[in-house]
């Protein structure tokens, strides 16, 4: 086992062999290398897991538990708990601990019928999604044959286009927000795009004042929902709201005792003053980054470099605020034009009256 840097990507790795010689690797999620040492030292090899299912005769908890450990390496938190370990869940109580081996399609579609029925087409899309993820590690490890998944379609749903505020809507919401510091939060969400995550985790290291950048990235505490960092730029207004804070170490947002912000702590202010300033009640605070996303469409931004400011992985999912530009489509259509002529004031002959 040995830490070595990748030159392409600039990160730490820990690289070790399993029993069989096979060689893997695990990101210490730093550039730094005192960090990647600290990482290095207190590094356990996860479980052989193509080796940890030893029986012919694997349930869904079996593979169920051998999975989570796996995904645990490789995902954030929250993806295994409200993905993996969630749709596990759901298939297991829904058609019961079951072999791995006898979900077919036919399973699969009765268990995805009783999640339409029972909730919604999100829900069973994301079961459906997480499941057929993790069914397709388990054919990788011969635990299966095939990954029947696959052969099921994925539960469609109607498109809705992500709720967003007015400037009118925001200046309601300021008007209402005594605590500056809170109301520092909610400007710079509004202004920058970033995820709740990533304002509260942001630190003055990220912060560059001389060329106005903003650098979201991973650290020993934080990792992005992409794993990637990106870089957004800020505008007059954040570079003032920054510039005028008189802290620049630790965390940027603090709470005004001193203390830092916790998701559920900002969900919770956030809910609150809404609720004060009369606003929608499908307003949640990261409706403040789709806000900044549909402002910009607004302004006649691409498309493209909203993608790159929110960290999209995919241009399809920037592609929900494409409504917001309607006379883009005007100028589409006019590519397309015919003269008129008018025609003419004559009788129609015969062979078309009647």
Known sequence: MFLSKDPRDGYWYIYYET?????????THTKLKFEASRAFHTFEPPPEYEDTIKSSVVTLSDFRTTFLEYASTRYRPNTVRGTFQMGFNE?????????ISKVDEMVIEKFLTMKLQASSRYAARHCYAGLASAFQTACRWKIISRNSWRQVKKPKVPEIHPVFLSEADFTKLLNVILDPCFNHLCVFAVLTGLRSSEIISLEWNAIDLDRRLIHVQNTATFVTKSMKNRVVPMNDTIFALLHGLNRREGRVFLKSDGRPWARDVVTRWFRYYADLAGLDKRVHFHTLRHTFASWLVQKGTNLYEIKEMLGHA????????AHLQPELLHT????????????????????LLG
Do not use: M
């Open 19 to 27: 029993s069989k010689g096979k060689r893997h690797r695990c990101s």
């Open 91 to 99: 298939l297991i109580r829904l058609v019961g601990d079951v072999e």
């Open 314 to 321: 995919s241009i399809s999912t920037t592609e929900i605020y």
């Open 332 to 351: 589409t259509v006019n590519r397309i034009s015919l003269p008129l002529n008018g025609g003419k004031s004559e009788e129609l002959p015969p062979v």
